[in-house]
């Protein structure tokens, strides 16, 4: 790596990354036993060495003010990428030029020497960062008071918890008057409160210029801190641009990854289903006097398909098949998110909707004017009970997936967007109010 110390100015990158690309050897050892061992000894056969490029041709400048996001599937390259930025890792090939401080917060505490305390690893580590020992105890309040530690700072950093350490290392790290701040995910480090701590830090200094190179799964983390976007795929540069684009691209395309593999997950159950009469026990029980031979979600035209706009028609048509006459059933469903949060359960007799009975075939339907759900994956439960609910005729648990897609331009957090208005008041009589705080 080459490293040109000078102190940057405005036209010249503080980093760059030319035509880098990264070899990492996978070694495969295929001898099982002693028997295949010795026969190898005695063929004089060496272990197989393949050869893996995680990286391959990757050129990029980074300018003073600049805000990066890296993104791509597990396993695209994107550490990598940063520990050659950073020297801890030779580029096979290429090169990395550096100009500025850069302030790595990819292995927080790693330089940290176990058996001294938290204030002599300050000295130790940031030492390491290039600062001299003046200004250290210059800022070492400042580095004490961010990290929170208290009078654990005078311990051994060995009897510190993982939290503690990673606070002390954040805290040195962005203590060094970085021209650079590289981060790797560690917006999900500490507690809570102290992520929104480093956050709001990472913010300020973004707002003071510092560059930013962040690689984060969290897409909202890069919407909201980065301006440009790289998306990186089996090591190379797939897209690069300005980031709320490259992130919904990224977006696009594993959903549709996603549904692929639902399909053919659905497609898998369905032939089982059909070789073996007993239903999914996981996803589907129920007495069967009745089922639900098909489900439909439908947009505003009646057609179906998985992805809704926000705001848009959702309308839910459930077919079923009665083996029997059922009087008074209940019809509910319910909207998860895909990670879990349940989101609405409705039935039609809560809802006033009574049906005396249903028998042959017949289809219900469910019929949202303007869907609140915020962008994201969704999983649609529909199923048929009696009449109070407490038996299931037939019930398919999270069986339908679907997709609330992300307005351009808004990235709204949450479950759901509630439309109201805002209204600002630029001056109020004093006497109209009474200051609490
Ligand atoms: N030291 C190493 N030796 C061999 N292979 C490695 C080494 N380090 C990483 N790899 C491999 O290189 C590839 C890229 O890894 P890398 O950690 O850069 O991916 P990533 O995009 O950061 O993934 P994730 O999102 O899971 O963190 C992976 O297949 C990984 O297994």
């Known amino acids: 790596m080459k490293i040109i110390p000078q102190s940057p100015t405005y036209d010249q990158p ?70 050659v930025i950073t020297g801890v890792l030779p580029p096979t090939s290429g090169y990395v030029c550096t100009n500025g401080r850069i302030a790595s917060l990819l292995e927080l505490g790693a330089g940290f020497h176990p058996d001294l305390t938290g204030r002599e690893n300050v000295f130790l580590n940031g030492s390491i960062y290039g600062m001299d020992r003046a200004t250290i105890r210059r800022k070492l309040d400042q580095i004490i008071e961010f990290a929170e530690l208290g009078d654990f700072i005078d311990t051994p950093v060995k009897h510190y918890s993982s939290g503690m350490y990673v606070r002390l290392g954040f805290s040195v790290a962005i203590h060094t008057s970085p021209d650079v701040l590289i981060i790797d995910e560690v917006l999900t480090v500490g507690d809570q409160i102290f992520q929104q701590k480093c956050l709001q830090r990472i913010y300020e200094m973004k707002a003071a210029g510092v560059a930013i190179v962040l690689v984060s799964h969290n897409l909202e983390d890069i919407r909201r801190l980065c301006d440009r976007a790289i998306w990186l795929q089996n090591g190379l540069v797939r897209a690069d641009g300005p980031a709320n684009d490259i992130v919904d691209d990224y977006l696009a395309y594993t959903n549709e990854l996603y549904y692929a593999r639902r399909r053919a997950e659905q497609a898998a159950t369905t032939t089982k289903t059909q070789e073996d009469p007993t239903p999914s026990e996981q996803r589907r029980w129920g007495t069967h006097q009745a089922e639900i031979i098909r489900v439909e979600l439908c947009n505003e035209q009646g057609k179906a398909v998985d992805q809704f706009q926000q705001g848009a028609t959702l309308c839910v048509r459930i077919y079923y098949k009665c083996h029997e006459r059922i009087l008074r059933p209940t019809f509910g469903l319910a909207i998860y998110r895909q990670d879990g949060t349940h989101v609405n359960g409705p039935n039609s007799v809560d809802e006033g909707y009574h049906i005396e009975a249903i028998e042959d075939y017949g289809m219900m339907e469910y019929r949202i004017d303007s869907l609140p759900l915020n962008p994201g994956r969704y999983e649609l439960t529909v199923a048929i009970y009696n009449r109070n609910s407490t038996i299931a005729i037939d019930h398919h648990h999270r069986m339908y997936p679907f997709e609330v897609l992300q307005p351009r331009g808004r990235a709204e957090e949450g479950v759901v967007h509630i439309p109201a208005t805002w209204r600002h008041v630029s001056s109020i009589e004093p006497a109209l109010t009474t200051e609490i705080l």
């Open 14 to 83: 503080l980093i760059e990354v030319v035509n880098v690309s990264k070899r990492f050897r996978l070694q495969r050892e295929y001898q099982r036993s002693f028997q295949d061992l010795f026969i190898r000894l005695w063929k004089r056969q060496r272990s197989e060495v393949e050869y893996f490029w995680p990286l391959r041709d990757i050129s990029l400048q980074i300018y003073p003010g600049d805000s990066i996001g890296i993104l791509g599937q597990n396993g695209s390259g994107k550490s990598t990428l940063l520990k």
